[in-house]
């Protein structure tokens, strides 16, 4: 089949009001991201010690029951996916979704997503909002964004991320999903993870792969389709101080990961009151996710290292050519290869 774009935002001229909305949905995002989990954090603990204790001390029991509703398929909430705020944020770059196949709903994905970047902003924006309208582009297609185990132990921020339909990137809650009775289940996994944000440099093309066999692993044990999916802008959207590899910094970052499952990263933006400050509001670069064409994997519950081998071979043969078909019609020079690490 040819290829199909979600439908774009009207390519009027935006009145200031509409440049102020998108402005505050892309701020929200980050701020969201980057403090709401250490926020709420801060706060159950802090109330323990004053008049409010009931409040910690309800949700904290409330936790301790729902603790293994993140690896049980979560808890979605379909007017948090709807909510105009993330039509802002698609807006603001603007953020696009490209089908190159038909996804069947008979059967199950695993979609490997490509390139982390900072903040993920193309795949939240794509798969977990309905800002693009997944669902009518994929019909029958449920989305399940995989992110990192530990900010479901984050009290309140676990269950915002939840009614978003993301669930951890965990052997046990993947595989819980994928073994649904109901089919057209779609895991999206950001295969270079946390590390793979610290080559996210504009105009810069490099992916955490050669060694991420996981994924593929998954796919054989459940017979699920390998789907590649590579985002076109994620990279350009901050600018990131990058350190050599094999440098103290460089080498403080990954001995941080280590100790708490992701990378901190030095970057910036704009501002947002000026464009030509320093802040946290993402330069508005367009980002475009291209799904792939699906990759037909048998099921093996046992699968030798010769047949993971050989359908991460034929991964990476796929999603190069996604990015060799795509990229001069998103901006990227006809001279750039994607480089694996």
Sequence with gaps: MGVATAPS??????????????AVGAYQYVLTFLFMGPFFSL????????????????????????????NQGGRHLEWIRNQAIWRQLRDYYPVKLVKTAELPPDQNYVLGAHPHGIMC????????????GFSQLFPGLWPWLAVLAGLFYLPVYRDYIMSFGLCPVSRQSLDFILSQPQLGQAVVIMVGGAHEALYSVPGEHCLMLRKRKGFVRLALRHGTSLVPVY?????????????ATGSWQHWCQLTFKKLMGFSPCIFWGRGLFSAT???????????TTVVGRPIPVPQRLRPTAEEVNHYHALYMKAL???????????GVPASTCLTFI
Excluded: M
């Excluded at 902003?121 to 693009?132: A, M, P, Q, V």
């Excluded at 190069?320 to 998103?330: A, D, I, M, V």
């Design 9 to 22: 935002p009207p390519t009027t001229s935006k009145t200031l009001q509409k440049q102020h909305l998108e």
């Design 277 to 287: 400050s320093w802040g946290l509001l993402p330069f508005a670069v367009p980002i």
């Design 231 to 243: 985002s076109f802008g994620e990279n350009d959207i901050f600018r990131l101080k990058a350190f």
């Design 43 to 70: 706060l159950v603990f802090v109330l323990l010690f004053t008049s409010l204790w009931t409040f910690s001390v309800v949700y904290l029991v409330w936790l301790y029951v729902d603790w293994d509703t993140p």
């Design 121 to 132: 902003t193309g795949f939240l924006c794509n798969f977990s909002t309905e800002s693009n």
């Design 320 to 330: 190069e050519q996604l990015f060799e078909e795509h990229k001069e019609s998103c």
